[in-house]
């Protein structure tokens, strides 16, 4: 059964960068795609963006110039990382697989809250 | 960036009961490979969201019948029968058509 994880630090100070990992188990990461989607308090859902099997990725104009969403894939691992967070960024991150075919994600995380404050 | 409308925001049920949820579109989500790339999630407290209905009207396994999909172009309809106390929770749509992915606002199903 493909199961995901994320990790990373719950607090972030402002301007600076936020870093989360994603583990994957049940799957290898250089088949398919791999998601990162946020949820602020309120319950507004965004996509922000993936890595494909073969590393290429895709950003959500909204945040183009500040996201990197990399991989490891000897640890079976890929990651975001957010620059210059404000207190906007504070949210739930999740990481997902996206199923090329169906354009959809159907596997995710159980999601990490990130709040940034000074 | 393609605006996703739900309604109602919030849906009060009674166990046993049958509401719909409304998405609608600010444009159509027919692609150009002739699918129509609209999604439901159901995101129940603590828990990360799954999916229940994918590409307007098919079930995601092992989701039961009780959930139906349906709709075109613009207009989507969720609906739920035989409310049972596990599908209460958040409810969003999610369409994948058009670059960015946009997701609707949510509808919160609670009993009355």
């Known amino acids: 059964e493909v199961q995901l994880q994320e990790s990373g630090p719950g607090l972030v100070k402002p301007s600076q960068s936020l870093s989360l990992t994603c583990s994957v188990t049940?799957?290898?990461?250089?088949?398919?795609?791999w998601g990162w989607i946020r949820k602020f308090p309120g319950n507004k859902m965004e996509w922000m963006g993936y890595?494909?099997?073969?590393?290429?990725?895709s950003y959500n104009p909204s945040l183009k110039s500040r996201i990197s969403i990399t991989r490891d894939t000897s640890k079976n691992q890929f990651f975001l990382q957010l620059n210059s967070v404000t207190t906007e960024d504070t949210a739930t991150y999740y990481c997902?697989?996206?199923?090329?075919?169906?354009?959809?994600?159907?596997?995710w995380g159980q999601g990490v809250m990130v709040t940034v404050s000074s | 960036d393609v605006l996703m409308t739900q309604t109602p925001v919030s849906l009060p049920v009674s166990l046993g009961g049958q509401v719909s949820i409304s998405c609608r579109s600010s444009?159509?989500?027919?692609?150009?490979?002739?699918?129509?790339?609209l999604h439901w999630y159901l995101q129940k407290p603590g828990q990360s969201p799954q999916l229940l209905i994918y590409?307007?009207?098919n079930r995601f396994s092992g989701v039961p019948d009780r959930f139906s999909g349906s709709g075109s172009g613009t207009d989507f309809t969720l609906k739920i029968s035989r409310v049972e106390p596990e599908d209460l929770g958040v409810y969003y749509c999610?369409?994948?058509?058009?670059?960015?992915?946009?997701f609707g606002g949510g509808t919160k199903l609670e009993l009355k």
């Open positions: 999610l369409q994948s058509t058009h670059f960015p992915w946009t």
């Open positions: 997902a697989r996206r199923v090329y075919y169906y354009r959809l994600f159907d596997y």
């Open positions: 444009q159509s989500l027919v692609h150009s490979d002739g699918n129509t790339y």
């Open positions: 590409r307007v009207s």
């Open positions: 890595i494909s099997y073969s590393g290429s990725t």
């Open positions: 049940g799957y290898s990461i250089t088949s398919n795609y």
